[in-house]
């Protein structure tokens, strides 16, 4: 079935290294993919998407890029600051559906 | 612009009991979905509504079930509870007809007693 496999579980790096988180996924025909935040006790936030017809995305600090033909994206934060430290999940849609298949999240802390 | 309301914030339940969590979307969004949380495990798809009619369903057991409303409020019901359906139960609104772009509640954190 559809699938989003999520690398690494956890993740620690020092204030002002760069991060990065990757994900694979099973549907070929996947067209959108989005990275959710989601900070200790609060609601998932999305913070960055790419669709399958770019290659990268970026937004200050964060990128996201995408190898359709590996089935993989993966999302770099560069620069990071403590208030980063979050767990990111990202996402794959699935084709002929509506939904969305969340990887298992990664937990990133970034230490100062 | 009012974010997804989630209610209630917190459930106590025992086994057997049934409940029913309510959501309600951002205005002008007609998308809902609805997501379990549990640690280690992500976040499962449960369902999705849109305009007042089921377009997807995830791999949970009939025991879960919800609804929409005219207005785009949504409930989600799951009878004769389980330990196991102790969870973080999120709702997400879109306003996207592809049920893209999703904005998340603060969920309903169940604890079956």
């Known amino acids: 079935g559809e699938n989003v496999e999520q690398h690494p579980s956890t993740l620690s790096v020092q204030e002002g290294d760069s991060a990065v988180i990757k994900c694979t996924y099973s549907?070929?025909?996947?067209?959108?993919f989005p990275w959710y935040k989601q900070e200790l006790g609060k609601r998932p936030q999305l913070i960055i998407d790419i669709r399958s017809n770019v290659g990268e995305k970026k937004d200050q600090r964060i990128a996201v890029t995408l190898n359709k033909t590996a089935k993989h994206f993966s999302l770099h934060i560069t620069e990071t600051q403590p208030e980063d430290s979050a767990v990111y999940f990202c996402a794959a849609s699935i084709t002929d559906t509506d939904k969305l298949i969340f990887g298992t999240g990664t937990r990133l802390q970034v230490f100062p | 612009k009012a974010g997804v309301t989630q209610t209630p914030r917190y459930l106590i339940k025992t086994r057997g009991q049934q409940v029913t969590l309510s959501c309600s979307p951002i205005s002008g969004h007609r998308s809902v979905s609805w997501y379990q949380q549990t640690p280690g495990q992500g976040l499962q798809f449960l369902f999705e509504y849109f305009s007042e009619t089921q377009r997807n369903k995830g791999n949970f057991p009939g025991r879960f079930s919800g609804r929409q409303f005219s207005n785009s409020r949504s409930e989600m019901n799951v009878s004769t509870l389980e330990l196991g359906d102790s969870a973080l139960y999120l709702c997400a609104s879109s306003q996207d007809r592809e049920g893209e772009k999703l904005f998340f509640g603060s969920g309903t954190q169940l604890s079956v007693l």
């Open positions: 549907d070929s025909a996947s067209n959108y």
